[in-house]
């Protein structure tokens, strides 16, 4: 990059260079990697102004960062960001070789947040919008059911029986107890009614929700269509794959350490049993841990009187020290959840190092944003399970918004909420239901169908299976709070699902009763 560049991004980010430190960084081509870089040094030090001691005193950090900086470049192929050799940035390619180290039961980070923040306009609103849906346009399109689709702009006046695929504007129910859709595609909008006449397709319209992507089958014309059927953009696997290896994945989250009422001594049995030396134990290879690992502050209310450690970086070095206890060749999968610091706008990036620091320094940590997709379990023969990690903070919205899951209480069971995204292809389908970042590609799209989708944030246990998925809900380890027990919340505690690869048995452990377990095959998971 030439000076000019150089300043303008400097400019973008509020930062001012020492004129030896622009010189050396005048060797980098990437605006993206030296945006990704001011932040880092910024939010590092506090500081506008960066010089080349600051660079050198937090070299270390940066390189962390940078070498487990991962981006989707293919299908097998991960792309690392390279720091100009001038940088005295060293052992970058160890660092590679480590992380794209994929033998047995290694991790690939498919897909991951680690986007920069910036201004946000009205047309990155329209952008983000319009790619949505033609993702989610370009999945319905393989349903052959859709027959004589058309753009909406395409139709005529005369009755016709045709297909179209929308993004729901609006509904509402009419005095006739007809539900009312105003749907648009890229070239219009297009009424479409659902018939109280048609009761199994009134009752499943009503659990449509504003802004997603649905197909739509019938009779009309440029004014109404008459739907005859529905068709969701769910997320469906042809088979339930099983490894060649037995190997064990556990998932946790919502550890939230900071918490007076964080249960230490039960994650301390889980830590031992993670250590243990017995067949079972040796053979747990993967921990997910999906967000909220410590409890922050100023999450709600007059939480100050719940926290035993009151700044973040004291509780983030706590579960790092205990995090440090288990055993090397455990990949510990991490991603932040809304207590993490992190932005509330979703996707979110990964945690802060200003205060995540000592993650950073745990090798067999793999820190990434919420949600991402990694790949565990590749091998000659194998290709390993997709596993989508969602913190879940969206969940709530369609606990208490969508029919059917309200009546089946889901804040409860939050795995049929898990069932409800998958079927919207979505995590966050409507506009109002988490607080997002609008990016050319929408990092919440369920693009490609996950054979795992874990989540957290309710602090309730659950497992179920949804068109050959596996939705898997995580306990907490903290225990009731004055403001849960507020919101009639009622939190499972320190039980976390064991998979097994190669039998896909799951095994919940209960470390809060010290139960050995309950087993349930996939056959028992319907």
């Not at 390189?63 to 100009?84: D, M, R, S, T």
């Not at 105003?182 to 006449?197: A, F, Q, R, Y």
């Not at 019938?218 to 190997?247: C, D, H, M, Q, W």
């Amino acid at each position: 990059m030439n000076q000019e560049e150089i300043q303008k991004i400097c400019i973008e980010k509020n930062v001012l260079l020492e004129d030896s430190l622009i010189k050396n960084l005048s060797s980098l081509e990437d605006p993206l990697l030296f945006g990704f870089l001011l932040d880092k040094l910024k939010s590092l030090s506090g500081k506008k102004f960066i010089t080349n001691n600051l660079f050198e005193k937090n070299e270390k950090i940066i390189k962390k960062f940078f070498g487990k900086l991962a981006l989707k470049k293919g299908v097998n192929e991960i792309e690392f960001y390279k720091f100009p050799k001038e940088f005295s940035i060293k052992n970058l390619k160890k660092i590679e070789k480590s992380i794209n180290s994929y033998e047995e039961g290694a991790v690939k980070v498919l897909a991951s947040s680690f986007s920069m923040g910036k201004k946000l306009e009205v047309k990155d609103f329209v952008y983000h919008f319009r790619n949505r849906y033609e993702d989610l346009k370009e999945i319905l399109n393989e349903k052959e059911e859709l027959e004589n689709l058309v753009s909406i702009n395409k139709l005529s006046n005369e009755k016709q029986k045709f297909s179209v695929i929308g993004m729901v504007y609006s509904k509402k129910i009419t005095k006739n107890k007809n539900i009312l859709l105003e749907i648009e595609d890229l070239t219009g909008k297009l009424n479409v009614l659902i018939s109280s006449s048609k009761e199994d397709l009134l009752k499943e319209s009503e659990d449509i929700t504003l802004d997603s992507v649905i197909g739509f089958k019938g009779v009309g014309n440029s004014e109404i269509l008459f739907a005859n059927e529905i068709f969701f953009p769910e997320a469906y696997l042809s088979e339930r794959k099983k490894s060649l290896s037995e190997e064990y994945a556990l998932f946790i989250g919502d550890i939230h350490y900071g918490s007076k009422n964080f249960l230490e001594k039960d994650f301390l049995n889980f830590l031992n049993f993670l250590n243990e030396e017995t067949p079972e134990s040796r053979k747990i290879k993967y921990l997910f841990i999906v967000g909220d690992l410590v409890t922050g502050i100023g999450n709600y209310p007059n939480q100050e009187p719940d926290l035993k450690i009151k700044d973040l970086e004291g509780q983030f070095q706590k579960i790092a020290e205990l995090l440090g206890k288990i055993r090397k060749d455990i990949k510990i999968i991490i991603s932040p959840g809304n207590h993490d610091c992190v932005r509330l706008m979703e996707p979110q990036p990964l945690l802060d190092e200003k205060y995540a620091w000592p993650l950073y320094e745990l090798e067999n940590v793999i820190l990434l944003g919420n949600p991402s997709m990694v790949n565990i379990g590749e091998m000659e023969g194998f290709g390993g399970f997709n596993v989508l990690i969602y913190h879940g903070f969206s969940f709530p919205f369609y606990a208490n918004n969508i029919p059917k899951l309200i009546e089946e209480k889901t804040m409860n069971q939050p795995e049929k909420i898990m069932g409800y995204l998958l079927k919207n292809r979505h995590l966050a389908p409507t506009h109002a239901s988490t607080q997002f970042f609008p990016s050319e590609k929408d990092g919440l799209l369920i693009k490609k169908t996950p054979d795992i989708f874990v989540s957290g944030h309710t602090h309730k246990s659950g497992a179920a299976y949804f068109n050959n998925v596996l939705a898997l809900s995580v306990s907490s380890w903290e225990g009731l709070t004055p403001y849960q027990e507020k919101f009639g919340n009622k939190p499972d505690h320190c039980k976390v699902p064991m998979f097994n690869l190669k039998t896909r048995q799951i095994k919940i452990l209960d470390f809060e009763t010290g139960q050995d377990g309950i087993k349930l095959s996939s056959e028992e998971l319907k």
